[in-house]
C-alpha cells in the first residue's frame, strides 16, 4: 500500500492521504499502459477484473480515475474505451502552487488538492495569500520568483494578476477571478446572467436602493462583467446608478463594518447583494444587531455558494453552482500541461439564481 504524505499549510495541519484500493489499481493499469500491454482499445472492466482478482466496482472506479486523467476516453454503454496516450509517454508529476485569497476554508480547494494528489502531482499552498500580499502586484512576483514550483493556480486574482501570469513561462490556471480577455486557462461559474436576474427581481420587487458589495479586484480598475450586469439593470430601469451602489471599502472587518454603517446612516439601502458568504454571514448579523429584520427591513442576496446555507431559515437568496466541474477542469488542465500541452482553454459552469426567503418586497419609508 502506497501512502502519501500531505504537507497541507492552507489548513494548518498535515494528513495522510492513503490510496484506495481503486487508486491503486489505477495505478498499476496507469503502468501497464504505458509499457504498452494494450493498444487502442482498453479491455474490460470484467476482463481486468478477473486477472486482477479485485471487484469489477472497483476496477470500474480506476478505469474512471484515468478517464479523468486523460487517458481513455469513454465510448458509450456497452464499448471499449479508447486508449488515449499523450506523445512520448505519461504525464510528469509536478509541484502545482496554490496561490489563494486568503485562509478561509472553501471545500472546493480542499477538494482540488486532494484529485491533484490523486493524479500523481504534489499540490502545496504558497507562503502568503493574495491579500496577505496586498494584492500587490510587485510582491506576488518576488513570491513567484522565489517559489520552487512547476505550475501555478491562482484564486480570485485581479486582472493584473493574472495578466502577469500569463506572461510567465510557467503555466498557470486562473480559478475564479477577472479572467475574461486574458490569455490564461481559466474556470468558473457563469454569474453575469444572474447578477442581472437577481437584481431584477429586487427592482421588481420595488427595491430601488440596492448596494453590492465585493472585493475591490471586482471593481476594479473598471467593474467586472457580473458587476457592470447590476449596474447595467439598475440605470435600464431609470435608476441613477453611483458609489452607493458599487460602493469602495476596507477590505478587513472593520472596514466592513464601516461601510454598512455608512450605508444605514442616513438613506440606508433596501436591499443588499453580497458576493461571498462571509460577507453574506457577516451583514446578517449586523442588521440582526441593528433591529433590522431580513427581509421585512432588509433583503439580502450573496451571489456564492455555501453548503452551510443548507442549514439557514429563512432560506438564502443565492446564486448556485455545482463546484465540481470546475475542479474537475483544474485537474484536466493539470494533465495536459504535465504532458508539455499548451493549454489557455476557459471554461464556464451553469449556474442558477434561486430566489429563496431572504428577499421580499422594499420597505418603503
Not at 97 to 102: E, F
Not at 343 to 360: C, H, M, N, V
Request: proline fraction near 6%; charge should be positive.
Amino acid at each position: 500500500m502506497k501512502l502519501v504524505l500531505i504537507s497541507d499549510s492552507y489548513l494548518g495541519v498535515k494528513t495522510f492521504h492513503v490510496l484506495t484500493a481503486a487508486e491503486q489499481v489505477g495505478e498499476y493499469l496507469r503502468d501497464e499502459l504505458c509499457r504498452g500491454a494494450w493498444g487502442g482499445r482498453m479491455p474490460g472492466g470484467s476482463r481486468l477484473a478477473t486477472e486482477l482478482g479485485v471487484g469489477r466496482d472497483t476496477v470500474e472506479a480506476a478505469l474512471q480515475i484515468l478517464e479523468r486523467d486523460g487517458l481513455l476516453v469513454p465510448q458509450g454503454a456497452g464499448r471499449r474505451r479508447r486508449i488515449e496516450l499523450p506523445e512520448g509517454g505519461v504525464a510528469r508529476p509536478m509541484r502545482v502552487a496554490i496561490l489563494v485569497t486568503d485562509r478561509l476554508s472553501e471545500g472546493h480547494i480542499i477538494e482540488l488538492f486532494h484529485l491533484l494528489v490523486e493524479a500523481g502531482h504534489q499540490p502545496f499552498h504558497a507562503t502568503k495569500t493574495l491579500l496577505e500580499l496586498g494584492m500587490d502586484l510587485g510582491r506576488v512576483a518576488r513570491l513567484v520568483n522565489r517559489t520552487e514550483a512547476d505550475a501555478w493556480i491562482v484564486a480570485a486574482g485581479s486582472r493584473e494578476i493574472l495578466e502577469w501570469f500569463s506572461r510567465q513561462p510557467k503555466p498557470a490556471f486562473a480559478l475564479f477571478g477577472r479572467r475574461g480577455q486574458v490569455s490564461i486557462a481559466a474556470a468558473g461559474p457563469d454569474k453575469e446572467p444572474l447578477f442581472a436576474a437577481a437584481t431584477d427581481r429586487l427592482i421588481k420587487l420595488g427595491h430601488r436602493r440596492i448596494s453590492l458589495v465585493c472585493r475591490s479586484q471586482r471593481r476594479l480598475p473598471q467593474p467586472g462583467p457580473p458587476e457592470r450586469a447590476f449596474l447595467d439593470k439598475l440605470a435600464a430601469h431609470g435608476i441613477t446608478t453611483g458609489d452607493f451602489n458599487l460602493p469602495d471599502w476596507e477590505e478587513s472587518k472593520e472596514g466592513f463594518l464601516t461601510l454598512l454603517d455608512a450605508l444605514f446612516s442616513t438613506t440606508p439601502p433596501t436591499a443588499l447583494i453580497l458576493e461571498e458568504a462571509y460577507l453574506y454571514n457577516a451583514a446578517f448579523h449586523y442588521l440582526a444587531k441593528r433591529g433590522l429584520r431580513v427581509p421585512e427591513d432588509v433583503s439580502l442576496i450573496c451571489t456564492d455558494y455555501n453548503p452551510d446555507f443548507a442549514w439557514c431559515e429563512p432560506s438564502v437568496a443565492q446564486i448556485h453552482w455545482d463546484y465540481r466541474p470546475v475542479v474537475r477542469r483544474v485537474v484536466r488542465w493539470a494533465a495536459n500541461v504535465s504532458q508539455g500541452k499548451d493549454d489557455r482553454r476557459q471554461t464556464l459552469t451553469k449556474a442558477e439564481f434561486i430566489s429563496g426567503g431572504t428577499i421580499g418586497p422594499a420597505k418603503i419609508k
